[in-house]
């Protein structure tokens, strides 16, 4: 069965810092991986997905994932962290058209200057 | 115009009262869904509808009755609702293909008194 996991529910970091946020999959198939951010009272905005292209993967606000498929992982990272990137981020993949996204229990960064 | 439109932002309403929720897609998309959001709980699938027609159905309890009339609208109609189905509503759409992500809507803050 497929199943995303997010390591730690709480990120700290200063403003300035890298941020890390963990993320491993488990998938019979190759899967197809997204991270996603959710600001307070907000839906869900897509940052960046793994459709198989490239294993680095850069996407919005200056985020990028790395898909490594040794360690079933697909981390996101940011060189240096801003007072906007406070928010709560999912994890999420798939594996077949058609079907919900499973999602990770979600990662609240909090950023501190 | 957002290409998820969701109706309406907030609701209350009391355990005897019928409301329904509306979401709304102007993507061209054949997929929409339905999560559940509550608070320190990870996002819960409850519908699935491709080409309008229901392909998962997460156990959802009865008092939640979804209806897709077309591929662009969705309803979520709620009866005799629990104080713990307070929560965060989202509605998502995607294109049936490999890969395709989901977009949601900013959801539909529902508080059941």
């Known amino acids: 069965a497929q199943s995303v996991t997010q390591l730690g529910s709480h990120v700290s970091v200063s403003e300035g810092a890298l941020v890390l946020l963990r993320c491993n999959y488990s998938?019979?198939?190759?899967?197809?991986l997204f991270w996603y951010v959710q600001y307070p009272n907000q839906g869900l905005q897509l940052l960046l997905k793994y459709t198989s292209a490239a294993t680095l993967v850069k996407g919005i606000n200056g985020f990028e994932a790395e898909f490594k498929k040794s360690e079933t992982s697909f981390h996101l990272t940011k060189p240096s962290a801003h007072m906007s990137d406070a928010a709560e981020y999912f994890c999420a993949s798939s594996n077949q058209a058609g079907t919900a996204l499973i999602f990770g229990k979600g990662t609240t960064l909090s950023v501190s200057s | 115009e957002t290409g998820v439109t969701q109706t309406p932002r907030h609701l209350v309403m009391g355990m005897t009262n019928k409301k329904s929720l509306k979401c709304e897609q102007h993507l061209g998309h054949n997929a929409m869904y339905w999560y559940k959001q509550s608070a320190k709980k990870p996002l819960e699938l409850m519908f699935v509808y491709n080409f309008k027609e229901q392909t998962e159905n997460n156990s959802v309890p009865s008092r939640f009755s979804p209806e897709c009339p077309n591929s662009s609208h969705l309803f979520l109609h709620l009866h005799t609702l629990q104080p713990e189905d307070s929560a965060l509503y989202l509605c998502a759409s995607s294109p049936l293909e490999q890969g395709g992500e989901l977009f949601f809507g900013e959801g539909s803050r529902l508080t059941v008194l």
């Open positions: 998938s019979s198939v190759p899967p197809y």
